[in-house]
């Protein structure tokens, strides 16, 4: 266990539906991220947020909604997605307070999602 | 823009033997090279990490070097044990603003 815990572990929706993702770290962490792992592709790194506030935003489309209420809570509302869209979602949480990528990450497990 | 390639995207050895990585890097300025294992079922876990002003850096049987003129990175992972059959990705970070850039990723089996 590293830690951070994300539910749900698996994920099947619609491209009409809403539902959300979760992500809780229990390490004191001031940073957290969302990243998007796609079969044969890097690592995408899409939100990250320190001390609650959104310090970067990759270019992601607005059908992907983060919110983070607290320093151990992360969230990523979805919304009319695309099957392209299907991928394994990861919460990660690191130490810093600026957000920078130069401390370990801690990831979680992932989310699978799959969007028909 | 910048990027991290990582090769080969596949490697099989057998158990023992000594296995390598490589990954190479764009941007000059990245200065936080770390190395993360997946496993099946789950997220990326950091195992080794070298910061550019060292050259070479060993934690039992896992080491990374760095050699900043040529801008390249490797994983050397010896005595290789069915544990580490697993999925291993290099990053670097961009200096300006700490974003972290991942590789593509290696899946390296490790045969009977």
């Known amino acids: 266990e590293t830690g951070v815990t994300q539910t749900p572990r698996h994920l099947v929706m619609g491209m009409t539906n809403k539902k959300s993702l979760k992500c809780e770290q229990h390490?004191?962490?001031?940073?957290m991220y969302w990243y998007k792992q796609s079969a044969k592709k890097p690592l995408e790194l899409m939100f990250v947020y320190s001390l609650e506030e959104r310090v970067e935003n990759n270019s992601v489309p607005s059908r992907f909604s983060p919110e983070c209420p607290n320093s151990s809570h992360l969230f990523l509302h979805l919304h009319t997605l695309q099957p392209e869209d299907s991928a394994l979602y990861l919460c990660?949480?690191?130490?810093?307070?600026?957000?920078?990528?130069?401390?370990?990450?801690?990831f979680g497990p992932g989310t699978r999602l799959t969007v028909l | 823009g910048e990027n991290v390639e990582q090769h080969p995207s596949t490697l099989s050895v057998q158990e023992g033997d000594s296995a390598v990585i490589k990954c190479t890097y764009s941007?000059?300025?990245?200065?936080?090279f770390p190395w993360y294992k997946q496993e099946l079922g789950k997220g990326p876990q950091l195992i080794i990490d070298?910061?550019?002003?060292?050259g070479e850096k060993k934690d039992q049987r896992i080491a990374v070097t760095l050699n900043k003129t040529a801008k390249h990175f490797s994983l050397h992972i010896t005595e290789t044990q069915p544990e580490d059959s697993a999925v291993y990705f290099c990053a670097a970070t961009l200096k300006r603003d700490d974003k972290i850039i991942f590789g593509k990723g290696t899946r390296l089996h490790i045969l009977p």
């Open positions: 070298i910061r550019s002003n060292v």
């Open positions: 941007d000059s300025a990245s200065n936080y």
């Open positions: 990660a949480s690191s130490p810093r307070t600026s957000g920078g990528a130069r401390d370990e990450q801690f």
């Open positions: 390490l004191g962490h001031n940073a």
